[in-house]
C-alpha cells in the first residue's frame, strides 16, 4: 500500500513544481527587464519530469523533477519609444522586447496540472480507503 502512497506523493510534488513555474511565467508576462535591472525580459520557464523508480513496485512508478528549464525563445517587439526599457539603438531601436509567453497556453498547462494533481490526491483517498478496508477485514 505504502508504494502506491509514494507513487501519488512524488506526482503531487512534481504538479507543484509545475504549477509554480506556470505561476512564474503568468506573473511575470509584461517583465521587461531582469533582475539586474538590465533592459533583457523575462524568459519563461518549463519543467521536465522523468521517471523515478526508486519510487513504486510491480510496474509502478513514480515521478521526478529532473530539471527547470529557461526557455530561449525570441522575445516579442513592441514599438514604444518613450518606454524607459525602448531598445536605444540597432535594428529594433524604439521597441521593447516583452516575455514570449503565451496566456492561453499558460492557462491550458495550469489547468492540465491542476488535474494532475487532483487524480494523484483522488489516488491517495482510493489507497488509504483501501489500506482502512484492509483493517477492517484483517482484524
Request: glycine share 6%; hydrophobic share 40%.
Amino acid at each position: 500500500m505504502f508504494p502506491a502512497l509514494d507513487v501519488s506523493t512524488s506526482g503531487l510534488a512534481a504538479q507543484r513544481v509545475r504549477m509554480n513555474a506556470i505561476s512564474g511565467n503568468l506573473a511575470n508576462i509584461s517583465t521587461t527587464h531582469n533582475e539586474q535591472g538590465d533592459p533583457v525580459p523575462y524568459q519563461p520557464r518549463f519543467v521536465v519530469f522523468q521517471t523515478d523508480e526508486s519510487v513504486g513496485t510491480n510496474g509502478a512508478a513514480g515521478v521526478r523533477v529532473e530539471s527547470v528549464e529557461i526557455d530561449d525563445i525570441e522575445p516579442l517587439y513592441k514599438y514604444e519609444p518613450t518606454h524607459p526599457d525602448a531598445i536605444k539603438e540597432g535594428q529594433w531601436k524604439g521597441y521593447v522586447a516583452y516575455p514570449n509567453v503565451n496566456m492561453m497556453t499558460e492557462y491550458t498547462d495550469a489547468m492540465e496540472a491542476a488535474r494532475a494533481y487532483e487524480a494523484n490526491l483522488g489516488a491517495i483517498e482510493i489507497t488509504k480507503d483501501l489500506a482502512n478496508q484492509t483493517l477492517r477485514i484483517i482484524a
